[in-house]
């Protein structure tokens, strides 16, 4: 079985907003990585993400980044030392002004250590969007104090 999921929701702002938020490391610093993010995605580029609940910054290795449209990122699947596993995003203008975002992860080894990995990134991924959503419309910053 391949281990693999995808998320998706609409945020109330404009595409080129809702990417900017993504790529640029001070504004996803704001509102996902509690840690702070290093780096602009862009492809070709390795950047660095760090989290209060997984101390220790990681690599992002930035595979495709596509204005407006598309991120593709690896990383090292988490426990599964070796295996890597891709994220892509994608963001599509809605005919209302809103954005839908979704994003699709796959990698991970078929053993019991990969489905635990898969799980916590989905659910990493769906608090994402959500604290995107949060942060973009409202000003709030859901991670605030959530971790540590």
Not at 76 to 81: H, K, L, M, R
Not at 138 to 145: A, E, F, K, P, T
Request: charged share 20%.
């Amino acid at each position: 079985m391949e281990l693999k999921f995808t998320v998706s929701g609409r945020i109330s702002k404009p595409v080129e907003e809702v990417f900017e938020a993504v790529v640029a490391p001070d504004r996803l610093s704001q509102y996902f990585t509690t840690g702070g993010a290093k780096g602009r995605l862009e492809t070709g580029a390795e950047v660095s993400w760090d989290f209060h609940d997984f101390p220790g910054a990681f690599p992002v290795h930035v595979q495709e980044v596509v204005q407006n449209e598309k991120i593709i990122l690896q990383w090292e699947a988490d426990g599964a030392p070796g295996s890597w596993t891709t994220v892509t995003m994608t963001f599509a203008a809605l005919d209302d002004g809103r954005t839908l975002v979704r994003i699709s992860e796959f990698g991970w080894p078929d053993t019991e250590a990969g489905a635990k990995a898969c799980f916590g990134n989905c659910e990493g991924w769906t608090g994402m969007l959500c604290a995107m959503k949060a942060w973009l419309e409202y000003g709030i910053n859901l991670r605030s104090g959530f971790y540590k």
